[in-house]
């Protein structure tokens, strides 16, 4: 097993509301994903959340579909851009590795939690990828 999938694998044991992981490496190509999502299909957009660098009060990307399933970014910094359904079909958090870059760690959230109870978990866990994508 790679550095990544153990990771990942740690990620998901330690935060139950995590029910799905993919990492995009600073070259804005798919590392690696869970079975249970394929982003394959929404990198282009998913890198131009991530590519996209705001100017002080520009609020950017104001919503992304991943998998058919619209979410509203509701907060977008260099440190974590929350995406949230206004369907109820879960929450994304996308945090850049490494802060600001262009590659990523993406969340999908489980739609009875919410995006804050995984965030200090996933941003810890992006840290620890920037040394190794």
Known sequence: MSNIESIIDN???KEQNIHGVAI??????LKTQTENWNLINDLPLINKLLQTQLKLGEKGISSI???GIKYMIVENTEERKIGT????KGHLIV???PVGGKGALICYINP???PREALFTAQEVAKELAKII
């Not at 359904?85 to 109820?88: F, R």
């Open 85 to 88: 359904s206004i369907t109820g």
């Open 112 to 114: 009875q939690a919410g």
């Open 65 to 67: 579909i991943i998998q």
């Open 95 to 97: 945090c850049p590795v």
């Open 24 to 29: 995009i490496g600073t070259d804005g190509k």
């Open 11 to 13: 990620l998901l044991d």
